[in-house]
């Protein structure tokens, strides 16, 4: 008879319990470690970082702010000056007066041909016109008056100080009278021009005038009225009629 197969009891609780381990269980962890020993870290968040700015200045605002502020008061300013000039201007409507050289004589001329001194006296008369209807102007002391000849100035004298009301023409008769030293040829131009009694001899008048205009009861500052006319006239004869040919008279404002 077979050889009976031997059985040997077996213990079922410890065949069903883990075999115990060789190692401590710290040694046998996995490369990430125990779970339960190491538990499971927060992922990492980058957290900016802030960085403080140093407080603005708030005097270049202020300056900013100032300039701003001139600038519209300057714009403000010229356009009220130039709204108020553009209603004076309808209001007054100004127009330029009028100057002409009418009469002239000489009674006095006198050439020095040893020292090349002249010596004249012309008696000058003009007329001033003023065409405004609204307008009124002061004729203030201060005023140079002259006649010149090829560049030098012959004899000198003033405008007399008056008012001119609107619409008024007035006659002045001024008296110019000096003394100069003048180079030869212009002392034998002057003996010539004396002499003939039909020719042609180019003069300037030229005027220098102070004045206050008034528009209607505003009475302005001074200005001044600078005049200048050429003349021809046919000679230099002294204590004769001179005839004036031609005469241009040309009219600037100045302040």
Known sequence: MAEQQKIHPMDVEAAGSPTAPLAPRELLGSEKGDPAQHPPQP???????????????????????????????????????????????LVFQPKAP?????????????????????????????????????????????????????????????FPAFYQGHRNTTVVNVELSGQTQVGSDLLTALQAAATQQTGSVPLQFKGDVPVRVKFGLLKLRKVRFLVNCDLVVNSLNVNSQISIRTSRCRFKLRR
């Not at 050289?101 to 000058?124: E, G, K, M, Q, W």
């Open 43 to 89: 992922p990492s968040r980058t957290i900016p970082v802030s960085h403080s700015r140093p407080p603005k200045r708030r005097g270049g605002r202020c300056c900013c702010r100032c300039l701003c502020w001139t600038g519209c008061l300057l714009l403000l300013l010229i356009i009220l000056i130039a709204v108020s000039a553009g209603v004076l201007y």
């Open 98 to 158: 009028k100057y002409s050289v009418d009469r002239l004589r000489i009674s006095a001329l006198t050439v020095d041909p040893a020292n090349l001194n002249v010596s004249a006296t012309f008696d000058v008369t003009v007329t001033a016109t003023n065409p405004n209807k609204k307008i009124g102007i002061y004729y203030e002391d201060g005023s140079h008056l002259s006649v010149w000849y090829s560049g030098t100035s012959l004899c000198s004298g003033s």
